[in-house]
């Protein structure tokens, strides 16, 4: 069935350093993956997306890199800063229509 | 803000009751879905609905249910509720045509207390 799961349940980076956070997923045939951010009481919010023909996608200080062969995903934040600390949640489109969820990274930016 | 609007923000109810959550979506979105996420669930997919019409099922259980209005907001039952339906609720819409599922817009979600 399908699953996606984050490595990770948290992550700490100093303020200004880059942060990388890591999903797996196990549904070959997805066809699309979001990143969403989530801050504390408040519904989650779209990052980034990239579409399983891509490998890499940038958008303002964040990059998506989706590596196919190892179903693996991940988020790059470049020069982290403390409005970053949220949970991030890995999602993949796979049958049904469907978009399934992982169960989320905490990220904690230390000044 | 994401243009979705749920309400009410806050409930607090009874094991066994019944409520409804009230979704609505952005203007313009015809594609509404409900997820429910708890502290050791994450985000789980329960149903989503386009232009009135079913149109996928997740984990959603026989005591819940939803629909979507002609006005396209959308309701979601849940009775007979348990300690365990605590949760936060959100309600999400999407701009994409035909029911795709593509980047959805969240709203602030429900948080339902069941004593």
């Known amino acids: 069935g399908e699953s996606v799961g984050l490595h990770l349940p948290t992550l700490s980076v100093q303020e200004g350093d880059n942060s990388i956070i890591n999903c797996a997923y196990s549904?070959?045939?997805?066809?699309?993956f979001i990143w969403y951010k989530q801050e504390s009481g408040k519904g989650p919010q779209f990052i980034i997306d990239?579409?399983?023909?891509?490998d890499k996608r940038q958008g303002q200080r964040v990059t998506v890199l989706l590596n196919k062969t190892v179903k693996h995903l991940s988020l790059q934040i470049a020069a982290t800063q403390p409005g970053d600390s949220a949970v991030y949640f890995c999602?993949?489109?796979?049958?049904?229509?469907?978009?399934?969820f992982g169960t989320g990274t905490q990220l904690k930016v230390e000044l | 803000d994401s243009g979705v609007t749920q309400t009410p923000k806050h409930l607090i109810t009874a094991t066994g009751q019944r409520v409804t959550l009230r979704c609505s979506p952005r203007?313009?979105?015809?594609?509404v879905y409900w997820y429910q996420q708890s502290l050791d669930q994450g985000l789980q997919f329960l149903i989503q609905?386009?232009?009135?019409?079913?149109?996928a099922k997740g984990n959603i259980l026989e005591r819940f249910s939803a629909q979507q209005f002609p006005d396209l907001h959308s309701e979601l039952n849940l009775s007979s509720l348990e300690l365990g339906d605590s949760a936060l609720y959100f309600c999400?819409?999407?701009?994409?045509?035909?029911?795709?599922?593509?980047?959805?817009?969240f709203g602030e979600g429900s948080r339902l207390t069941v004593l």
């Open positions: 999602a993949e489109r796979g049958g049904g229509n469907k978009l399934t």
């Open positions: 549904n070959s045939a997805s066809d699309y």
């Open positions: 990239i579409r399983s023909n891509m």
């Open positions: 609905y386009y232009n009135g019409e079913e149109r």
């Open positions: 203007s313009g979105d015809l594609s």
């Open positions: 999400a819409s999407s701009v994409l045509t035909g029911g795709a599922t593509g980047e959805l817009f």
